[in-house]
Nanobody
Framework: QVQLVESGGGLVQAGGSLRLSCAAS????????MGWYRQAPGKQRELVAA???????NYADSVKGRFTISMDNARNTGYLQMNSLKPDDTAVYYC???????????????????WGQGTQVTVSS
């Protein structure tokens, strides 16, 4: 179906910035929505930011004003720009995408919902 690969995580000091990327590959017809989630040790996975085809966006209260989600539909890639990072932002970040893909060798389309493998973000104080 559709595979997602995240990149851009790493170690950064508090107050720094990182930009995460989520590249989708496969027989993609359209990506209708993309979300970034994170999971810290011992905590449940939580939604950080989401966008519908790069238009409407919503953010967790804890990241509003610091994180920006965007999509490059031509490249089937989503981004999460993270500024003013805090130690509490430390987590594994996952992207999720939903949309349509081409089935088989023709133009029949099906729905997909895919997750990436995650990328570690560590913010030191």
């Amino acid at each position: 179906q559709v595979q997602l690969v995240e990149s851009g995580g790493g170690l950064v000091q508090a107050g720094g910035s990182l930009r995460l990327s989520c590249a989708a590959s496969g027989r993609i017809s359209s990506i209708n929505a993309m979300g970034w989630y994170r999971q810290a040790p011992g905590k449940q996975r939580e939604l950080v930011a989401a966008t519908a085809s790069g238009d409407s966006t919503n953010y967790a209260d804890s990241v509003k004003g610091r994180f920006t989600i965007s999509m490059d539909n031509a490249r089937n890639t989503g981004y999460l720009q993270m500024n003013s990072l805090k130690p509490d932002d430390t987590a594994v970040y996952y992207c999720n995408a939903v949309g349509k893909y081409y089935r088989g060798s023709g133009y029949s389309r099906g729905d997909f919902s895919s997750w990436g493998q995650g990328t570690q973000v560590t913010v030191s104080s």
